[in-house]
């Protein structure tokens, strides 16, 4: 690291930027603005393994747009941001030395709550003061407990003692005047560090889906609001409708505080309190996911339940490939992996029914479809990714019992019923008819040809006979425990 001087008289503090790379609502930028001193928002590279999931190629996408929007705001309110790489500790240690920084401003962030902790001693011996504030979640998971002080293990307890702290606090609005620092003038250079995809750019179809950054969060979350809050419920559901908030990946980067999100949707006109409280309850899944990562920082490597363990997967690498690629001859398993590849996203429901299918009908280890997952998904996040693929597995906490097998035909036919979904990314199945766009496999000849569908041509036959699969997957887990 080459060596910064400051040149500003009043030492500055500085703001470490993570996960919450936003100016509104952002308790740490706050309290370090207060302070009345020059303010250094340093983001730091770190090399993979220093964070609970590696950086995937889709987030890489994601957070080098999101540096740069957070960059022009912090611009904008007379600040900068310093970009620097190397170990967290030695960055914020050689930063305060260089600067004569006494504090180290940052929000929590749960996934490494240990390193923090050993961060902030190791800052503290060297005279730095760290102050750490709260605003990722809703609640922090130390203030949710059962009533014998232990941290929930099934959902519904949660949600209740979640919602009986009352609500979350109300966002605050974002600091209008920053100090900046000379020392931002070090920053390296955001194109140097490479996270964008070149050859090819398999990202070029995800400007036309996202805008990272915090104006396009709040912008997404005021859309969803006045479109999709009313019909929340029963809407979020099926995958064909844009009812959902999206939000995920804006949460996952901290562009959007879920407070933020919370707060939005109360006292919104015609909307019934119960799709208010359906979307808060969506929220605190994830409050309750880093729940189970904080009591269970192994989550996305170890079984929860260690009966798992001896749970005998099997690994077809072709078979693997197919299903990655949206080609396992199933419609609704297909359409789900394409959208994932041209969005870097997936709907709720279909991430169930495609993860079920890779468990369960092709029994390939659950970890092998969490590492994709996190590859390729815009909002991979640390504690949502690993709980729901354990949720699927039936390894998890409060997980969906292993014998829960997801029918992909059945699930296609009740939550796609004219196709809609399956038609819009799998373009080959286009003209074929409703009876058939979910089991292309089972159309007679005449039908196929009226549609222009050739099975192993056009369109895959199944990998695997869903049914023989199961019986399988069930035999299987028979030895389990
Ligand atoms: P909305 O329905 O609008 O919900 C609002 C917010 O609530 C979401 O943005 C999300 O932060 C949270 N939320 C909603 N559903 C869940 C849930 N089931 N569990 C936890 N939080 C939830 N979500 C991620 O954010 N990152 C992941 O890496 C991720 N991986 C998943 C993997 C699998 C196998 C499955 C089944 C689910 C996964 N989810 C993940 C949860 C869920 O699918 C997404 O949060 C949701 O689809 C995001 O869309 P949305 O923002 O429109 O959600």
């Known amino acids: 690291m080459e060596t910064i001087l400051a040149d500003d008289t009043s030492s500055p503090v ?10 509104a609502d952002n308790a740490a930028l706050s309290a370090a603005v207060e302070t009345g001193r020059p303010v250094i928002a340093l983001f730091i590279r770190e090399a993979a393994g220093a964070s609970s999931m590696p950086l995937g190629a889709a987030q890489a996408w994601w957070l080098h747009h999101s540096l740069l929007a957070l960059k022009a705001s912090l611009q904008q309110a007379g600040g900068d941001l310093l970009l620097l790489s190397g170990p967290a ?26 390193r923090d902790r050993g961060i902030a001693r190791a800052l503290k011996q060297a005279g730095v003061a760290v102050q750490a504030f709260h605003g990722q979640l809703l609640s922090e998971p130390s203030a949710v407990r059962t009533g014998a002080g232990k941290p929930f293990r099934v ?21 209008k005047a920053i100090a900046g620092h000379s020392l931002s003038a070090a920053s390296e250079n955001l194109d140097d560090w490479n996270l964008l995809p070149v050859r090819p750019n398999w990202a070029a179809p995800f ?51 879920p407070a933020q999100a919370w707060h939005a949707a109360t006292g919104v006109p015609d909307v019934d309190p119960a799709q208010v409280t359906h979307f808060r309850r969506e929220l605190a899944w994830r409050d309750f996911s880093y729940t189970l990562l904080v ?57 169930m029914i495609t993860a079920s299918f890779l468990i369960k009908d092709l029994m390939i280890d659950w970890r092998k479809g969490e590492e994709w997952f996190s590859d390729t998904l815009v909002d991979a996040d640390p504690a949502n990714n690993a709980a729901s693929w354990q949720w699927v597995a039936g390894s998890g906490a409060d997980a969906s019992p292993f014998f829960r097998i997801f029918n992909p035909l059945l699930q296609g036919e009740k ?6 979904y399956v038609r819009r990314y799998l373009p080959e199945l286009d003209k074929l008819d409703d009876k058939y766009i979910h089991r292309p496999f089972a159309a007679p000849e005449d039908v196929l040809q009226k549609a222009g569908v050739v099975l192993g041509e056009t369109y895959p036959r199944p990998l695997v006979d869903h049914f023989e699969a199961r019986d399988r997957a069930l035999a299987a887990y028979k030895n389990v425990g």
């Open 295 to 351: 009591e269970f920082p192994e989550l996305a490597t170890r079984n929860w339940n260690p009966s798992f363990d001896d749970f005998q997967w099997t690994f077809d690498e072709r078979q693997f490939r197919a299903w990655t690629k949206g080609q396992t001859g199933y419609p609704i398993v297909d359409a789900g992996m394409r959208q994932l590849w041209q969005e870097g996203y997936m709907h709720n429901r279909v991430r």
């Open 415 to 420: 939550f796609d019923p004219g196709g809609e």
């Open 155 to 175: 959902f519904t307890p949660f949600w209740k003692a979640l919602q009986a702290l009352g609500e979350p606090r109300e966002p605050m609005a974002a600091p």
């Open 207 to 257: 400007v036309d889906v996202w805008t990272p950054g915090e104006a396009g969060a709040r912008e997404r979350l005021e859309t969803f609001i006045e479109e999709g809050l009313g019909n929340y419920k029963a809407g979020r559901d099926i995958p064909a409708l844009e009812v959902t908030s999206r939000l995920s990946p804006h949460l996952a980067h901290g562009e959007i505080s």
């Open 89 to 114: 500790e030695d960055v914020l240690a050689h930063v305060a030395a260089e600067a004569g920084v006494e504090t180290v401003y940052f929000n929590r962030c749960y996934e490494r709550d240990e």
């Open 14 to 23: 500085i703001v470490w930027f993570r996960r919450d790379l936003r100016l």
